[in-house]
């Protein structure tokens, strides 16, 4: 397929023509205004001893216009944005669309876990508002695995576009900035959620604790 066939340049998960159909009027539309192409690629897996990077400037030597690639490999759990040329990065903002907290306060959860040092610790709460990792890392059934991934990657290639298209002061009629806002505002409740029920089972052990200890 030539990289300059379809905005949807490859798709082994979905096979959905509505989820192909948003993309592309997504896609035309940025290209017909910016002249930048922002390709979304959906694999089951990457090939053997390929890495994403590697594979991702494999298609990228293919590009004739600028070009943005957004990548995602199911199986190696592998998501990542590369550009045909490095002043694209400064059109939008990598790190938080792949970020893999959704709100500021995930990003410390997260950070309070995971963090090894303080300065670690500062970039991982300086990280947040993913518009991709935190839908992903939704469970999901195996027959609703399709819609969590087109969910995604739409919401992640259309956080993509939006962001070009604003550095570039440009208004796209297809912008869905308002819906990405409550995809992600839906995933942050679901978040907090945990985090209440947490605190509620933390409080309700202490307090079983407490009564055990005056028997």
């Not at 303080?118 to 939704?138: E, H, K, V």
């Amino acid at each position: 397929m030539s990289l300059n066939a379809s905005y949807l340049h490859k798709d082994e998960l979905i096979y959905n023509p509505a989820f192909e159909q948003a993309i592309e009027k997504i896609g035309s539309e940025l290209e017909e205004k910016s002249g930048i192409r922002v390709l979304l690629v959906m694999l089951k897996k990457l090939p053997k001893d390929v890495g994403m990077v590697e594979y991702e400037r494999t298609l990228l030597k293919e590009a004739t216009t600028p070009t943005v690639l957004l990548a995602f490999s199911e199986l190696d759990m592998k998501i990542d944005i590369l550009v045909s040329d490095n002043k694209l990065y400064e059109l939008f903002d990598k790190e938080q669309i792949l970020s893999p907290a959704a709100s500021f306060v995930q990003a410390v959860v997260m950070a309070v876990f995971y963090a090894h040092d303080f300065d670690s610790f500062r970039s991982m709460i300086s990280n947040y508002g993913g518009t991709i990792a935190p839908i992903l890392a939704q469970k999901a059934k195996d027959n609703e695995l399709h819609s969590k991934y087109s969910a995604a990657m739409f919401n992640g290639y259309a956080d993509l576009a939006s962001q070009i298209a604003s550095s570039q002061n440009i208004k796209l009629d297809s912008d869905v900035g308002e819906a990405n806002q409550n995809s992600i505002m839906f995933v942050k409740l679901i978040f907090y959620g945990f985090i209440l029920y947490a605190i509620y089972l933390m409080f309700r052990r202490k307090i079983a604790k407490g009564s055990d200890e005056k028997r």
